[in-house]
């Protein structure tokens, strides 16, 4: 459960889902993009474009800003990079006959060049990898490349192009395309491909570089309004892949907490569609933060959910359509459009069965007048809105039919995939009743109010008795009282044993830190420090638990160099 903008003193949480991220070995752009988020909270001004460094593939240096090298630059997770795996995946693929039949007359001279040089090329691999993707054809050529764009962003590095991802963790695509890593990573070796990679930097990175400004206002703006801080420490990744092989198609993908775009080149590039993935990628976590806050909300989508045309995998997705709700009202927000033009908008979304939009839209005028940040002030967002009104309107509408089926073959369409991490089983129970409490618990600790706190926690408990929110929030109450004895049992009964929160990363990461501060109040020092250290092992465990984990160990580790004579 989280606490909120007004107990802030306890946490503000922000998620980060532990992955690993394979650079690619064109030079990316993360540093000027972090200067373009942090520069939006402070002025509304362009981000200049500079000149970005050449890198050379066989070797490549850490990124470096384009600012006097004694002025330290900010990196992000935001990155605009040309990738090693994608490369040799779409090269596998032209050699394959992908695409063999299709004019290349409209085709850009380097995409068209290369897709002759792939079809001729001759050896035991190549022909490894052509009799392999017969066997896994597909009727739909829209799948067939998704399942190889799938893999291309999953891949790690040359040689062995080794799947990054838990197997449990990969999208459907890649689990069909078994074995392909050891063809791929063969057929590599044979065609020399690292040697055209290279030839191929100075040509990626003309197009990386004409991609900067866009791409940064994009996020300049974004990033401003949401009044979002850049994170280095942040496991979760945005990636502008530039793939001048794929052709004029955005391909844009969500595999838990790595979001990916592939871009042919900076042509045309679809501002639209990289700002709604950005905000997807700003917006997707606080859905699954303040679960048993958004829950309330959910008669509205239970009703949303039989329109025609709201997109299908978002009908048993309510965290993802409460998600795309939400990104669609910052867009309507950022976008120019005039009055009767956003009124046409917000009509469609209605139509569509994007029925939040509309509340949201209204809502976030009381966040463009507030300080927090969007993370910290999205509860007081989705309370802000009126179930019972809107269930009203909502049950009055009448949803489009829906639209013609569209041609799969067309592949000049944006591909869009959700990889979204699943809110925890257990976290919060389907129960109204029983999230009313925790939201009211949560507002009299927000208060201060123990006893009233108390009595909402109580009532979850009497009727799930191992409901980990409910007694973490007990433990705060037991804080709140100062009663060191019982905070110290209820946030033992969290991180240990058969009540332990494994299903509620949240409870578990932040009752780990608790329990350390207690015992470093008792003076136990040792304990205090086995306490951190369990809190950054929490898989899922949020950010800002994390950060304070750290602290605490740095402060358990000054406090024994000045115990020591």
């Known amino acids: 459960m989280h606490l909120g903008k007004k107990n802030a003193k306890y946490h503000a949480v922000t998620d980060s889902l532990n992955g690993s991220r394979q650079r690619s070995s064109a030079r990316t752009l993360s540093a000027k993009l972090g200067l373009a988020i942090i520069a939006s909270l402070f002025l509304f001004l362009p981000v200049p474009s500079s000149q970005a460094q050449k ?41 394959s006959g992908f695409e063999a039949d299709i004019s290349a007359e409209n085709w850009r001279p380097l995409r068209a060049q290369l897709r002759d040089r792939m079809q001729h090329q001759q050896g035991p691999a190549v022909e490894a990898i052509r009799e392999y993707y017969k066997q896994h054809d597909s009727a739909d050529p829209g799948a067939a490349l998704s399942r190889y764009l799938w893999f291309g962003l999953v891949a790690g590095p040359a040689p062995d192009f080794k799947l990054t991802m838990r197997r449990e963790d990969l999208p459907p695509e890649v689990l069909a395309l078994e074995g392909f890593s050891e063809l791929l990573s063969k057929y590599y070796q044979e065609q020399n491909i690292h040697q055209l990679w290279r030839q191929m930097q100075p040509a990626y990175n003309r197009e990386i570089e004409r991609m900067h400004d866009a791409v940064s206002q994009i996020v300049f703006v974004a990033s401003g309004y949401l009044r979002a801080m850049a994170r280095t420490s942040d496991q979760r990744t945005f990636t502008i892949i530039v793939e001048p092989l794929v052709g004029h198609i955005t391909n844009v993908r969500n595999f838990g907490d790595h979001y990916a775009i592939v871009l042919s080149g900076a042509d045309d590039i679809p501002a639209d569609v990289v700002r709604h993935a950005y905000l997807h990628f700003m917006l997707d976590p606080l859905p699954l933060r303040y679960s048993h806050i958004v829950a309330v909300k959910r008669p509205l989508f239970e009703k949303a959910a039989s329109a025609p045309r709201l997109a299908s995998d978002l009908k048993d997705d309510y965290p993802s359509f409460f998600a795309e709700c939400m990104v669609r009202a910052v867009e309507l927000k950022l976008r120019r459009m005039s009055p009767g033009e956003r009124d046409a908008a917000l009509e469609r979304n209605d139509a569509d069965g994007y029925v939040l939009v509309r509340p949201l839209f209204a809502a976030l005028s009381k966040f463009e007048g507030a300080d927090p940040s969007m993370e910290l002030f999205f509860p007081d967002l989705v309370r802000s809105i009126d179930v019972v009104t809107e269930l009203k309107r909502v049950s009055a509408l009448q949803f489009a039919p829906a639209d013609r089926q569209r041609n799969t073959s067309d592949l000049n369409t944006e591909e869009v995939a959700r990889r979204r991490a699943a809110a925890m089983p257990g976290a919060v129970p389907n129960d109204a009743d029983a999230i009313a409490a925790l939201t009211e618990g949560e507002r009299r600790i927000a208060e201060k109010n123990a006893r009233a706190a108390e009595a909402s926690f109580q009532k979850v408990v009497a009727k799930y008795p191992d409901q980990p929110r409910a007694w973490y929030g007990l433990g705060l109450v037991a804080l709140l009282d100062h009663d060191g004895p019982r905070a110290k049992e209820v946030f033992g009964r969290l991180t240990a044993g058969e009540h332990a929160a494994t299903a509620d990363p949240m409870v578990l990461a932040w009752s780990h830190i608790y329990l350390a501060r207690i015992y470093d109040g008792e003076g136990h020092p040792r304990q205090a420090e086995a306490e951190y250290q369990a809190a950054l092992t929490v898989e899922g465990g949020p950010e800002q638990a994390r950060q304070a984990a750290q602290k605490g160990l740095a402060d358990t580790a000054r406090e024994k160099s000045v115990e020591r004579p």
């Open 55 to 95: 890198v050379n593939s066989a070797a490549p240096p850490p990124p470096q800003a384009a600012r006097p090298p004694r002025e330290p630059v900010p990196t992000t997770n935001i990155a605009v990079d040309a990738s090693e795996p994608m490369f040799t995946t779409m090269c596998a693929l032209l050699a």
